[in-house]
């Protein structure tokens, strides 16, 4: 009696699972789980902010009160998804007549550990080499990483990406 009634209440949950499966349904609504981010540099209210997974950048620069006059708004990619404990830093306009290309992002590379590790795919031991070759290489331009061992055209390519946003 008890075996047949496992069978049956199997049997039951295989059939309403491949019921969801062919009409795409969902069994139940599932709450969105929160993140927290962090965003400093050039907006109006920088912090920590709590948003929903599926957040974008544009809604953490809303809670944040929005970009500051001397943001560097046309580097922002406004579509960037977020992760949890994600450090966000909007970077300044380049100063004018300073005698560094604005293309080259050399203003843009920081000295913090923990910014490279946010990369992904940069991990503590990578980011360490990074900031020696920065150290070492004050003027060095993003394009400069490719000496850095460990870094490699594809994995340039992602930071290149992420100091586009």
Known sequence: ????????VLLLLFFWGVWLHFYQLTSWPEEERMIQVHIEGSVKQPGVYTLPQSARLAE???EAGGLSDDADAPRIN???RL???EKVLIHPKPVEGDGSSSSSLQSYLPLE???WEAIPGI??????????YLQEHPAAAIEDL????GIGPSKLAVIKEYFEE
């Open 83 to 85: 992760m949890d404990g």
């Open 78 to 80: 406004l579509a960037k």
């Open 113 to 115: 550990k923990e910014m």
């Open 1 to 8: 009696m008890k075996k047949a009634l496992s069978v049956t």
């Open 60 to 62: 953490l620069l809303e």
């Open 123 to 132: 991990g503590p031991a990578t980011a360490q080499k990074i900031i020696e």
């Open 146 to 149: 490719i000496h850095v061992r």
